[in-house]
């Protein structure tokens, strides 16, 4: 049973207050309804919608700019938070007793949704206002020991990461919540609504890329491409499951990935040929990947291994690129802000060959893991 469904079953005393809703509609509920849907249908007083990136139909494209609207579903009205401003105004609460929270969750520390609810938290301590987070799984089903650095870095904060904290993570956004609200002593009134995994929920795209479970799992690894001249399936069927570009040998990067034995995943050569983003209209070459036990592949040690290889072996031919969004509107220093840490170009991209020790000792998260589970383990 979700966060949602324990809600609506055990809350109905709360049918007095007033709402606001963090949502959009690839949360479902039990009853397999978008959750502002299902809130309004149980009677709660839901009062107005705040949507993230991708929109309230979590269709919008990515790093685009969301408009305020109207929920065709519930005709209730939206704030966009990815637009204008990412943090409500205090004026967007006015009217509001309660902000209800229930958002996707892929674990992975640049897919924008979390720093959305940080901003709403952050905007609901100084208003006064409670939070109460309707809690579902962590969609990519990472295990406490699989989690992956780099941590981020000091000057690399962004709204693809405002805090410190690895690039996976397995928790849910409720325990997210609870850490980073005690570890920032942030003074605000908290519920988290837990949920109990006895029934496996369908897999809904959280965004039009995040197509499959496949993508959720490989996002981590490819999306790491953006910041380099390298398509990562946008613009095709198979987002985030390619790496490509018309330079690159397919047949002789197949065999070198696979003689390096990565586990949990398996690459093929492949030529694709993008509809729109990087490379439109042009054959790339490259690996298309099938994650074959998401409990022992790591995604982030494959990505640094790829970029260091393709710096050695495609040194002409290999360079940063920047990418647009309203986030970061010049789009520099992509890379830098996706894995966390300074000049990472630089320091994964030398044209010479990185060893495994230096790549285990980046991604090793063992200690804030360590620190989180203590915490929540003596909050319980």
């Not at 605000?188 to 965004?207: A, C, M, R, W």
């Amino acid at each position: 049973m979700l966060g949602i469904d324990f809600f609506v079953a055990n809350y109905t005393p709360y049918k007095r207050y007033s709402f606001g809703l963090l949502s959009n509609h690839a949360t479902l509920s039990g009853a397999g309804y978008p959750v502002a849907y299902e809130l309004v249908r149980q009677g709660f007083s839901i009062k107005k919608l705040f949507s993230p990136e991708h929109g309230i139909q979590s269709q919008g494209e990515d790093g685009v700019a969301q408009k305020n609207a109207y929920d065709p579903y519930t005709k209730l009205p939206i704030i966009s938070l990815y637009g204008e401003s990412m943090k409500p105004h205090s004026s967007d609460l006015d009217g509001i007793d309660i902000v209800l929270i229930d958002l996707p969750n892929i674990g992975c520390r640049f897919y924008t949704y979390w720093w959305t609810i940080t901003y709403m938290v952050e905007a609901c301590a100084a208003s006064g206002k409670k939070i109460v987070l309707l809690d579902r799984p962590n969609i990519s089903q990472r295990s406490l020991d699989s989690i992956e650095g780099p941590m981020l870095e000091k000057g690399c904060q962004s709204f693809l990461g405002r805090w410190p904290m690895p690039l996976t993570f397995s928790q849910s956004f409720g325990e997210l919540t609870r850490w980073f609200i005690y570890e920032r002593h942030i003074d605000i009134e908290l519920e988290v609504i837990s949920f109990n995994n006895d029934k496996q929920q369908p897999f809904i795209p959280p965004s039009p890329s995040m197509n499959d479970i496949q993508a959720v799992w490989l996002y981590p690894c490819t999306c790491l491409f953006e910041g380099l001249n390298l398509n990562m399936g946008r613009g095709t069927s198979f987002p985030f499951r390619v790496i490509g570009a018309p330079w690159l040998d397919a047949i002789q990067l197949h065999h070198d990935f696979k003689n390096d034995k990565f586990e949990g995943v398996e690459s093929f050569p492949y030529s694709y040929q993008p509809m729109w983003s990087t490379y439109t209209n042009q054959i790339c070459h490259g690996l298309y990947f099938s994650v074959t036990d998401h409990k022992t592949f790591s995604p982030v040690r494959a990505s640094l291994w790829l970029m260091n290889y393709l710096s050695v072996h495609y040194s002409n031919h290999l360079r940063p690129t920047t990418y647009k969004t309203v986030a970061n509107p010049s789009g520099k220093k992509h890379l830098t802000l996706l894995l966390g840490i300074p000049n990472a170009y630089d320091r994964f991209c030398t044209g010479r060959p990185l060893d495994n020790s230096s790549i285990a000792k980046l991604i090793d998260a063992k200690d804030w893991c360590m620190n989180v589970d203590a915490f929540l383990a003596s909050t319980i």
